[in-house]
């Protein structure tokens, strides 16, 4: 959890002020992650140092896609969530996009329209803008996929 900590003080830093509001993530919802098979952390001499979900299809909030249409729609796809580490790590991102694709080269993810910095990662590596998802919460999010 501090990791995530670490990774919203990231975005409040760069004045991305909405997302990961109101204790999200909590502790039940990695809890959750975790326990379904679909959290990881990625170790640095031992050190945790960056987490994230990588969740298979389908991701009930993508079942809808406004202003745009995914790049593959009939294959299946995992979807990444919840990536945080810590500032003085460097790579992560990257890295863990290369691991995930890995074990399947269809992924989708999603991201705040105001996480820059998230946007600018999403697109180095590859993937495409489709248009935009809602959350559960009614939050709008921009979404990306790198078809398989």
């Known amino acids: 959890m501090s990791v995530l900590e670490a990774a919203k003080g990231i975005m ?11 204790g999200y993530p909590s502790t039940d919802i990695i809890l959750k992650d975790i326990r379904q098979g679909n959290g990881y952390v990625v170790e640095d001499d031992g050190r945790i140092v960056a987490y994230f979900a990588f969740i298979a299809s389908p991701e009930p909030t993508y079942a809808r896609i406004y202003e745009g249409e995914w790049l593959e729609d009939t294959l299946p796809y995992h979807v990444i969530h919840r990536i945080g580490s810590y500032p003085e790590v460097h790579g992560i991102f ?14 989708r993810i999603d991201t705040h329209r105001d996480n820059l910095i998230m946007q600018h990662n999403i697109i180095k590596k590859g993937f495409r803008y489709c248009g935009i998802i809602y ?13 398989g």
Not at 12 to 22: A, E, I, P, Y
Not at 135 to 147: K, M, T, V
């Open 12 to 22: 409040r830093s760069s004045g991305n002020l909405k997302q990961w509001t109101g």
């Open 94 to 107: 990257s890295d863990l996009i290369d691991w995930c694709m890995s074990r399947d080269a269809s992924l």
């Open 135 to 147: 959350l559960e919460s009614g939050d709008e999010r921009l979404a990306y996929q790198i078809p």
